[in-house]
Every structure is written in C-alpha cells, then in structure tokens.
C-alpha cells in the first residue's frame, strides 16, 4: 500500500528557511563538503509522500536500483520540491518554475555519515522553460522581453534569451547581461521569428541547444510593416490576446512557427551564449519534446561524441494547417566536432505501433542507444498519453518496444541513470507504490527494481560520499 505515515516521524533536517539571494551566504558556513577523491556513495530518491494532514517531498536514499523495498520513514530529508531536479557534479540542484515567477532554487548533497544535507545557499533563478550543463555550471533558459531601451516606436521589446549559470562547485549564481542587446532572440533564423531554446548539451568545448521557432512576437510581427508575415498568414496574426499558460498570446503577436518543416540546432562555442553557428536540415521538424510550457531536450550526445538530434513533430498538433509540420517524428546527426548535419537520418515514427505514434521525451541509455517516452496514439488524436517506452539503437536506426513493464503506469519519471548496459527509470503505477525499473538496452526488456514506498518517483540519481571531510 501506498505509504500514509506522517512525515513527522521522518527523520532529517527540514530545508533551510530562505537564506539570501544569488551571491550571498550564510555566515555560518559548514564545512565543505563538496567531494574530491570518491568513495562509495548512495542512491538517492526524490519523492512525494502522503502525510497524514499534507503532501509532503521527500529526498530518500538507498544502496541499490535492483531490488529491495525503501521506506520514507526515518530515511529522509524532507525539502520544498523542484519542478526539476538535476544531479551533476556529486550535487543535486531542484530547479523551481513556479509558473512564471521567480523561482527558489538550492542544492544538497550526502554528507559522510550518508545522509542527504542542504547546502547554505538559495537562489531567486528567472523563469525557465528548458535547462542543461556546461563545464561547472548548470543554466537555466527561457526566452523573454528584453529591456525598454530597445523597444521599437509601438513600444514593443524584443524577446531576448534570459541565462541563470548556476555554478555547482562555488555555490554562486548570475545571470546574462541583457542590456548590451547582444542576447536578442529576434530573427534568430533569418526568417524574423524568434526563438526558444531547448536543453543545452556539451560535446567537447561546444555546446549545442535546439533552436524550437515561436512565430512572430509583437516586436517581429511589426517590423518593417509586418515584412515577416509571410504573403496570405496575414489573418495568423491575433488582433486580440488570448489563451493560456504556455499558450498564451498577445494582440498583434503571430503564434507558432511559419515554418514547421524546419529543425534548426544552434551551436555555441563555450557557454557565453553568443554568436552561435546555425545547422539546419529539412527533414525532420523541431528539435524538442514539451509538455505545457516545459521544452524537453531532445538533442543528445552519445558516448562517441555525435549528437543525435530528435524531432517530436509537436507541430503537428498545430491548429491551422499552415502551421502543422508535414513530417514524422524522426531523427538526424551532426557528427562529433562538426556543426552541420551529416546525411543520418532515421524515421522513428514509421516503426511505433501504428506506424502513426511520436514520442514527448528521450534521453541517451548508453553508447548509442537512447530510451523514448512513446505516445500511446497519434499526436493528432485526442489526449494521447505517454506511458510507454521503448529503446532507439541509433547505429542500427532500429526502434525496439520496452516488455516487462506493468500495464498500468500512469507516469513516467523525469530523470533516467544509466550503469553496465542498463538503463534506469522511474515508474508510478495505479494503486501500486512506483518503483524503480531496470531495461537491458540490448533487449529492451525491463526488469522490476527497488520500491519506494510513496505516491511518487520525481527523480533519482547517485551521490558520492566525501572521502575529504
């Protein structure tokens, strides 16, 4: 049975109350407890559980993925929740969205008596809708209104990217200097919409990040007498504002790309997020997931360095024609070190069930092997859900369905770990505690892991224990 005991019992210190903001510290600092030289560590558990007066988040931590049961009582530091969490670098960070405002940000790590500890600093990170690493930092992406000074004569500003680099090491944040105009996302393309990007994964010095299309702002609709609307999409731009969440439009604003038949991927050399190089390819559409107004990443390395990028097709859920992508959810290459797409390419949609379904996320499972989140229906009908998984061999271009898992899985988990040729997941099942499953990548067969008694598995991960304390 789902776990009810109150999270009173649990034992472990409360998240801090809120500190400081993003460049100062506690006075009482603790030691470092950051790692150097490794020893063994342990597994580490980010769930919600159900006390008896409230919904608590708890961070439960344990010895294996393979087996076993994991009670939250008296195993657990309870904590505010994250609408992400990351592990990297032997820190995990819970990275909030809040829906649009600021959110509160902090770290933990396992100490060396093995239990999970907060460290001193919080942060007030901007909104975000997509996140990823380079080097020592983990930024945080969104796109948004630049500064008043370079609003056109209408008043309206131009959408600029906004960067939070948190540095996981010396526990600092800051954000990009958006007053120069340097970070405007306008005509990014050349076609006069702006962008969004999506993840931001790093082969060598260079990081690569989907360019995802978000039509014409007020700002671009405006330009030059409206010269990026395209000749008869004249009646695509609002004349009122309009819709929700993620959604949500303003008068004068044209939403959603003009060309959906595109995948652009921008390439940055270092992590200051300026002057990209552009790769584009025509054969599979924009490069991400998304759910609400979450992108998720879909350009992935793998182990040899290529980056493999990925199209959901999202477009294709696109309410005029003139905007719905006329390709199948699929996949192309841009070879390690290289900033062009190759000739790859790999049609995943012909080989799901149906011949007809897509994917929401993905994520590299080893080698060249990457586990996909798989819709179970068409994007096109009605409330499809993504509740099935399957394994994508890149080097073979085959798609292989995932067995062994329960048939009543309500959700997926957000975060995979991959270890000898498995590749790890979450999955919360009706009426059942979620647990752990373990997918041979070779086979695609899945086989039951550890449980956790709790209502659900947000993410999970592996810590190491300080050996320099």
């Not at 995948?263 to 054969?283: E, Q, S």
């Not at 011949?355 to 586990?371: D, K």
């Not at 798609?399 to 959700?411: A, D, I, M, Q, R």
């Amino acid at each position: 049975m789902i776990v009810k005991n109150s999270f009173l019992r649990m034992v472990g210190a409360a998240v801090l109350p809120f500190a400081a903001l993003c460049s100062c510290s506690d006075s009482d600092e603790p030691e470092k407890n950051e790692p150097g030289e490794q020893t063994e560590g342990k597994y580490v558990f980010a769930t919600t559980v159900q006390g008896s007066n409230a919904t608590s988040n708890v961070l439960v931590t344990g010895n294996s993925l393979d087996e076993g049961t994991l009670s939250p009582v008296n195993n657990g530091l309870v904590n505010e929740g994250a609408t992400q969490w990351v592990f990297y670098k032997n820190f995990l960070y819970a990275l909030t969205y809040n829906q649009g405002n600021a959110g509160t940000t902090r770290s933990y790590y396992l100490g060396a008596d093995g239990q999970m500890q907060a460290r001193n600093m919080e942060y007030r990170i901007s909104r975000f809708s997509s996140y990823g690493a380079y080097d020592d930092n983990i930024l945080t992406m969104s796109t948004g209104e630049g500064p008043a000074a370079f609003a056109d004569s209408h008043g309206y500003k131009p959408m600029t990217l906004l960067v939070t680099y948190l540095d996981v090491i010396n526990e600092t944040s800051r954000s990009n200097d958006t007053s120069t105009g340097l970070y405007s996302m306008e005509n990014f393309l050349g076609n006069g919409e702006y962008v969004t990007l999506s993840g931001a994964e790093q082969s060598g010095s260079k990081l690569y990040c989907g360019a995802v299309p978000m039509g014409l702002s007020q700002y671009g609709a405006a330009a030059d007498g409206g010269k990026w609307i395209r000749p008869g999409n004249e009646d695509l731009v609002h004349a009122e504002a309009g819709g929700s969440g993620g959604g949500s439009y303003k008068a004068g604003e044209l939403a959603g790309t003009q060309y959906p038949d595109e995948c652009w991927v921008a390439i940055y050399n270092g992590d200051n997020m300026l002057n990209p190089t552009l790769a584009k390819t025509d054969r599979i559409s924009t490069p991400c997931g998304r759910y609400r107004s979450q992108y998720y990443q879909t350009v992935w390395r793998a182990d040899n360095g290529d980056i493999y990028v990925f199209s959901a097709s999202y477009a294709k859920t696109m309410t005029d024609p003139r905007q719905q992508t006329t390709l199948p959810a699929g996949v192309c290459r841009i070879p390690a070190g290289s900033t062009q797409f190759d000739d790859y390419y790999c049609n995943i949609e012909a080989q799901s069930k149906g011949g007809n379904r897509s994917f929401m996320r993905c994520w590299p499972a080893g080698g060249e092997r990457f586990l996909m989140v798989m819709y179970d229906r068409a994007l096109t009908e009605k409330n499809p859900a993504a509740t099935e998984l399957a394994i994508f061999d890149a080097a073979t271009k085959k798609l292989t369905y995932v067995t062994g898992v329960p048939e009543n899985v309500s959700s997926v988990g957000k975060s995979v770990y991959t270890k000898d040729g498995n590749v790890y997941i979450a999955l919360n099942v009706d009426d059942q505690n979620p647990t752990i499953y373990s997918i041979n990548t070779a086979t695609a067969v899945a086989s039951k892991g550890v449980t956790i008694e709790s209502l659900s598995i947000t993410a999970f991960g592996y810590l190491n224990l300080p050996s320099n304390n």
